[in-house]
Structure formats: structure tokens, C-alpha cells
């Protein structure tokens, strides 16, 4: 048995758990699987808080619980979010700094999980622009420490039944996890009611009796934890965001986590990696490290806008470290040992975070009185020329954008559509050519919805309404038989999605409903990482300059190739955006076709309405 109530193997299991989502957030292509770390966690909280309960009997005090967890989690978090927040407001983008201060409220209120969730925005910044888009996993541990005491509570009452309450509760949050995984991913992996089953796997794991037949520290339990550990690595190294059904991986994740607490969490057994200092190190200062990689790695991605080298992105793992050690030696550990004399470090911790708690005081009235701004006129100039507004007699209601379902799109998008229509069908990025399009001609109709691809019999993760209007619209274009149709989008954005094979086929089933319907299919835009407005201001490229170095066209030009052999084999006519608006890697930043200056796109590729107007100007469709 190991003395006291440290288990290192557990730290061993942590350091694995952070390694793995740290690399993935760093973006190691052999890492892609990295974020099931996360699930590992989940068990490991789960178990924790079970042992604590299993071990404490009668004695057990829910208020005492949350008062560990509150010193536990709080400080740290707190340091984190005030220490990162001046190097925000250095970014000097508002919109980054407005998100960063609704992000740290929601999570000191442990509610992170459903800002996210509701603000899953396609418009937005990426995700690696969002410093603690990683808090969201904190809530959830913490939404399931609510529940936690009171199903404990009646399982202890309800004795000879609580196997089967337990099996149900797992059992349907499993099977939630599978639904939501089809049809709203983001309520899947944001939500607690989803995650439930891998918290309360851990918490099974710590009422189970260990496997017998296994004396403690023989090298059979050895071997066998770094079998699982192993096969964890091989999860993380394999399974992707590209597999549609999430849960298995996480199942996977869930299962081996499982195994190796039943192996090593009540420390009867010992293994022979927990003796690796560093390893066991790893695994302490896990959370601080959960904690501060994510938010090193934002700013990075927020300050360096072309391509950042390794050795940029392993000094900001370092970096990470580094504060993350300062951070579990003088905010997290003397705090989670608060309880008996002030000792130095616990004095200089809570002054810490206390003169932290007064710049936060100070700097949010200042915030909400300038309106969260910090821009100079060239700043405010170029981000207003982003946002050019659009007539409403050229704008349109015919476009999906949010969560909203298909049953919401209007019936005289549809019956508006007629012989001499030229019909504009995709996604934002079409929705956005539209609007141009109809300045310039007076037979544009559209249908189009956000993170939506023009093709037909497949069916995207997470959007079951792109399946709905792809259908609707083959239907429409076999009852009005349009002019012309033209098939446009962010060709490469879909995930798992092959755009040459799913065209080919919505164009054979265009040409077999309406055979006399051109079709014309359009390249994406150029697109612009993460934005125009910000290459810009960050380059500080002069504002009479047209023009810019785009490092970022790669992806169009893959699939303006695959386009453009579709259309090839079929006999269509392909118009590539990016050849239209670039000359090599220089493309058009300014456009100035209203009378008045204006940026090409208003954030990574969609059109400003100036910009669209332009672009459709120079498109033939003919008569």
C-alpha cells in the first residue's frame, strides 16, 4: 500500500491526460486524437469524488467537499483569467477581449459549458483564437459535483436497488451521447447531461472491488497499466475529429481510464512508471497546466498571423509549463492546504490573487465604459470598412444561419424560383456571393443555409437541416427547371467531406431532373487566416494598399482543381474566385466599386457587400 493518501499512479495517468490535450492544442498532426485527454479526466474526477464519499462513511460532508473543490479549482482559475487578461486586451481586436470577459464570468460561475454551447459561432473566432474556450470541461465536472452528493445520498438509501439505478443512469447518458453525436454535437460535447456516464464510470470504478488474483505489486499489475497506457496513446494517436460518431472514441478513452483505476486506485498496486519523478511532477501541476496551455497557444495564434514554426509553438508548451509550476507552487497547492496556520505561501498566494481580484474590479467598469475598445481611427476605419451594410432591397431572408431548422425557411424562397431564375444554392459563403449577384441582376434567387454544401444524399455531422434543404432544393430545381444553377461554398470546410464526389453527384442529379438547367460551379473565395481586417492592422499594411500576401490559399486551390475537373468530365463551366481576386499569392484587400473604399471580405473569406458586388460584376453568367 503506498502511505498517506497519495497514489502516484494516478499522477501518472494525469500527466498522460494533459500531455495528450496540450499536443493536440498545439496542433501535432501524430496528436490528433489528443482531446479525448479530456475524458480521461472526467474519470479520474468521478473517481475521486466517489473515494471520497466511499472512504468517508458517515462522516462524509457534502459542504466540506465543495469546500476542497472550491480551493482547489477557484485560485488557480482566478490567477489564470487576470493574469491573461492584459495580453487580451493587448490584441487590440474588441470583439476578442468582449468574448474573453463574457468566457471568464460564465466560467467562475461554473456555467461555461452553455456560453459556448450558445455561442457556437460560425462568424466568430476559431476556436484556437479563444483563450479559455478550454473552462468548458471545469463546468461540466462541476454541474455533475452537484448531482454527484445526491444520487451518493440515495444509492446509500436505496441499497439493493442501486446497481440497477446506477446502470440506468450511465446506460441513458451513453445513449444520449450517441443521439446528440448525430444531431447537435455541440450540445454532446458541451453539455454535462452527455458527459454524465464518464464521470459516473469513474465513480462505478471506485465501489468496485479490485480484481482479485493479483498480488499487490507484482509486475502482472505493472504490465498491465502500461498496456492501458500505451493503448490510450494509440487512441490519442489515431482517432480524429474526423470520425463522425465522437463517442466511440470517448467510450474507448472511458474504458481504458476504468481499467487502470481498477488497477491502481486504491493503491494496492504499484507500477513500475510512478518511480519517473518527472512523470509523477507531470501529473501534479496537470491542472495548472490544463489551465494556462490554452490560453498561451490563443494569444500566440491571436499575435502571429502567418504560419507559426515549431520551435515557436514547443517554447509556448515550455512557457506553459514553466507557469504552470509557478502556479501549483504558489496559488494552487498552499491553497488547497488552507485550512490550519497561515503559512507564508498561503499568505503571499492570497495576496496574490486577492491584488488580482482588484484588477479585475478596476478593469471591467473601465471596459464597460469605453465599450470594450481600445482601437486607434486606423483600427476603428478598417474594422468598420468590414461591416459595410447591405441595401435591404439586395438582401435576402432566404438563408438558414444559426441553429435554425429547415422547417423555418420561408415557403417564397422556394416559389419564387421559375424558368428564368438563376438559382444561388450553398452555404454562407454563397449566401454572401447572393447578395451582389442580385444587385447586378434581377433573376438571382437563393437558397442557402450556414455550414451547408450544395449536395445531395449526404448527411453532415451535427447539421441534419443540411440533408432537409439539399433535398428541397433538388426538388425545386425539378419543378421550376431554372435557367441556370450555380454551386457554390467553403468547399473545404466540411468535415469529413470529399467535395469532388459529392458534387459529381448533385450534378448528375440536376442534369437528370432538369436537364436543361446550366450548371455552373464557383470556387471558394480566397481565404484570409484568421482575417482580413486583422492581417491588416497587425501588418500594419498602409491603407492605400489594394493588395496582400495571402499564405493561406492552399485549400482553395485544392478544391478549385477538384472543381474544375467536375466540371471538366460533366461539361460545366467552372469559375474560380481565387484566380479572379489573386495574381499568385497576392490577392485584392480593397475594393472600390460604390463610390466609397472598402475591404474585400469581412472576416476570413465571406463577402462584404462591396466586395460581392465586385466580384459579381466581373462574373459571366450570360443572358
Known sequence: MHTGNYIPEI???????????????????????????????????GFLIARIYATSGVNYSALAFYRRRFLRIIPALIAMILLVLPFVWLVRYGAVFSQYLRNALYSLLFVANFDFWNHVDYFGPTNDEVPLLHVWSLSVEEQFYLVAPLILFYFRRFRSMRGLLAAALILSSLILSFVLDRFAPDAGFFLMPSRFWELAAGAVVAFLPLPGGIRPGNQLASLGGAVLLVLMLVLFMSFGEEYTVQTIGRLIAVLLAAAYLALFGRGDHKMSLARIAPLRGLGKISYSLYLWHNPLLALLSLQLFRPSTPIVVILTVCLSVVLAVISYTLIENPWRRLGGATTASQALSSSLVGALLILLLISVPG?????????????????????????????????????????????????????????????????????????????????????????????????????????????????????????????SHAENFNASLAVEKTVLEIKA????????????????????????????????????????????????????????????????LKDMLCHGNVCRSWVNTLGRRALVTMDLGHFTYDGSVFVARQLSLGN
Not at 536 to 562: F, K, T, W, Y
Open 367 to 491: 471596459y464597460l465604459a469605453t465599450g470594450g475598445f481600445r482601437f486607434d481611427a486606423r483600427a476603428k476605419l478598417v474594422l468598420e470598412e468590414a461591416q459595410t451594410p447591405v441595401p435591404a432591397e439586395f438582401s435576402s431572408h432566404c438563408f438558414l444561419e444559426g441553429k435554425s431548422g429547415i422547417a423555418s425557411f420561408p415557403q417564397d424562397c422556394k416559389s419564387a424560383i421559375g424558368p428564368q431564375s438563376t438559382l444561388v444554392w450553398g452555404d454562407s459563403f454563397a449566401h454572401h456571393l447572393a447578395m451582389g449577384l442580385r444587385t447586378v441582376r434581377p433573376d438571382i434567387e437563393e437558397l442557402s443555409a450556414a455550414v451547408c454544401p450544395p449536395t445531395v444524399h449526404i448527411f453532415f455531422r451535427g447539421n441534419p437541416r443540411c440533408e432537409g434543404l439539399n433535398d428541397q432544393a433538388i426538388a425545386e430545381i425539378a419543378r421550376a427547371h431554372p435557367a441556370r444553377v450555380i454551386l457554390t461554398a467553403y468547399w
Open 11 to 45: 499522477d501518472v495517468l494525469r500527466a498522460v491526460a494533459v500531455a495528450a490535450v496540450v499536443l493536440f492544442h498545439a496542433g501535432l498532426p501524430f496528436f490528433k486524437g489528443g482531446f479525448l485527454g479530456v475524458d480521461v479526466f472526467f474519470v479520474i474526477s
Open 513 to 576: 431532373k432538369s436537364p436543361q438547367t446550366e450548371i455552373i460551379l464557383v470556387g471558394s473565395p480566397p481565404i484570409w487566416r484568421p482575417n482580413l481586417s486583422r492581417l491588416i492592422l497587425r501588418n500594419n499594411v498602409p491603407l492605400e494598399q489594394d493588395d496582400l500576401e495571402n499564405r493561406s490559399l492552399g485549400e482553395v486551390a485544392a478544391s478549385d482543381a477538384d472543381l474544375k475537373a467536375v466540371a471538366e468530365r460533366n461539361g460545366l463551366r467552372f469559375i474560380s
